[in-house]
């Protein structure tokens, strides 16, 4: 499911619940606790407006006529959504919370969770939210960095992160060992990184390249 794109909005708390009062008097609570909140009817509803920039977490309830929450938490792991999700319900049970926290729920709360308990959650969630944030910007800068090597230098890189020295790497590519060396020197300066651990670090943290077969 492609997620539409748009401008990135406050960290927001998505509320999804079938039941009207309950949802309401949820984002009363939350509102008045100091967060913003969008409270959604239906998972459908809520899909409808889901964009790739989304920041905050997802509430949702578990048994919802439609979409339930285990089939939204699925969509949301498809579509690549960045929002942890919370599941407050009241017909949890232990088999069904361990299942969603191994798909990566954040929690797994009964409507009758104490709002000091649902507070923590709720500030836990927006925290990691925060912190996955920053390390997925840390990476696209990251990434961005590898956008500066020539098509040459790419290529050395290749060779060296898979350890093999200056001269290997000039018989495989037909080139000169100076000019390994010419060009090891360069993308160490435009990534700013001078080891071979550094380097290979930081390949397989950004996933440039593929693994070697």
């Known amino acids: 499911m492609p997620l539409p794109s748009g401008p990135a909005p406050q960290a927001t708390v998505f509320i999804i619940d079938d039941d009207t009062s309950f949802l309401r008097s949820l984002a009363r609570l939350l509102r008045a606790s100091g967060f913003p909140v969008v409270a959604h009817s239906s998972a459908a509803e809520f899909l409808a407006s889901l964009r790739p920039d989304l920041s905050g977490c997802v509430i949702t309830d578990l048994k919802m006529p439609g979409m339930d929450g285990m089939a939204l938490q699925a969509t949301l792991l498809k579509a690549g959504s960045p929002l942890p999700i919370l599941f407050l319900t009241g017909h949890g049970d232990i088999p ?118």
Do not use: C, W, Y
């Open 96 to 213: 069904t919370s361990v299942q969603a926290m191994r798909h990566g729920a954040d929690d797994f709360l009964t409507k009758q969770a104490t709002k000091a308990d649902l507070i923590a959650a709720v500030n836990r969630a927006l925290a990691r939210n925060e912190r996955e944030r920053a390390e997925r910007a840390r990476l696209r800068a990251r990434r961005q960095q590898f956008e500066l090597l020539t098509d040459r230098e790419r290529e050395v890189l290749r060779h060296v992160v898979q350890g093999q020295l200056n001269k290997q790497i000039a018989a495989d590519l037909g080139i000169r060992e100076r000019t390994v060396k010419f060009h090891r020197t360069n993308l160490t300066t435009k990534l700013n990184l001078h080891s071979v651990a550094e380097l290979t670090r930081l390949v397989q943290e950004t996933g440039v390249f593929p693994p070697p077969m």
